[in-house]
């Protein structure tokens, strides 16, 4: 059986390489179409980018001769035939892009959860498959996407290198070895800190080279429940508690405390997934096994235990760097890192990062008015509690304390696409 890479190469010998169209050309997407460069049998050949210059700007960065690049907004015939001819095209036009014929697949990284689920339904609608970088869109309505994939016949997967995909190839590991799965996680960088702003974190954002917006959504946690949301789903290891427990511990208590409280652990039952302060970027799945003999090789072997519970942990995640193998697995093979083929188990709810007073506009991840925090989805249909992917440009209209979630009933939702999605969603779940 051929190697990744000899399958890559094969195909760019006989039918040169897969055609990848990229919408989003930031830090992430840059970094990809660098990656990229390196190997063989992959090219991303269109980028779209809604600020001016970025789309050729990340093909400079990622060293690609620039006179290969054209600039088309318009005409599809055109764009496909410079992409047959081995030119890349740039743009600012994800619908556009969307609609070159000769692209094999489509990579979402815009980080915008409406945006995303644009770009998505697009590209499937296309009958293209679609790589989605964008977890946001995807714990909103990645059932949805998933369904709708496999109805027209197309692959939709989130990335291996982000934390949820690499959390699944732990797992899938395990699964196929007949480890009982414990518990599944995540490390967290930044201690949490709810109240976070881009105003109070700019300085430290600056001395990162990194957005405000983008620290603020790590700091306060939601990008770490949004993770957490997606990989909840994909496996059915739901949370616990809303938010989550997320001790600080070492990488060395996670077969501790990560287990249930009748092994000395933390967790009421079995199943569940949560984060963990200390042991990042890593993440981690916690495995049992009723046989003596199997806890005895692990125990030789020097898995990291405690008891009869031990920890599978990776120490890194690479994510855009990473994401090319599940292109790679994607074109090749039809093959999916993960998705949400299970009736969802968790959401991440939009909650009142201060005082919200009638009037006053949800503004974005990582920004001024809400942070997420992920929940049972039962409890959240039950309670009316409104996903945080839903809220960006909504209009609080009444009252919600800080630390409340938002419901239905207190805020007008923008008429975006992704609510339009999410009610799709909605009926095919409760009806």
Known sequence: MATLKEELIK????????????VGAGQMGTGMISQIEKMHGLKIVAVSDVMPTRAKDAYGEASVDLDLVHWEEDDVAKADQLVREGQRIA??????????????????????????AMICNQAIEAGKPIINMNVETDATIGYYLTKKALDKGVIYSLVAGDEPGSIKEIYDWADALGFEIVTIGKGKNNPLDRSATPGTLAERAKSRDMSPKMLCSFVDGTKTMVEMTSIANATGFGPEVRGAYGPICSVQDL??????????GIFDTKGKVDYAVGP?????????????????DL????????????????PYHLANLEAPITIAQVVLHQHETLNTKLVPVAETVATAKRDLVPGDVIDALGGYTAYGMIEKASVAHAENLVPFGL????TILKPVKMGEAIRYDEIELKDDLIVKLRREQDKLIYG
């Open 11 to 22: 195909r760019e010998q006989e039918a040169g390489p897969f055609r990848i169209g990229l």
């Open 91 to 116: 743009t600012h036009s994800s619908d556009f892009l969307v609609k070159i014929p000769a692209l094999d697949a489509i990579v979402e990284c815009t980080g915008i959860p409406n945006i995303g």
């Open 255 to 264: 077969p501790k405390m990560f287990v249930p409280k009748s092994a000395g």
């Open 280 to 296: 990042a970027p890593g993440v981690f799945v916690i495995i049992t096994t009723d046989q003596a003999k199997i806890k005895k």
């Open 299 to 314: 125990n030789y072997l020097g898995l990291s235990g405690h008891g009869d519970y031990w920890s599978l942990y990776r």
């Open 391 to 394: 809220t960006v440009g909504g």
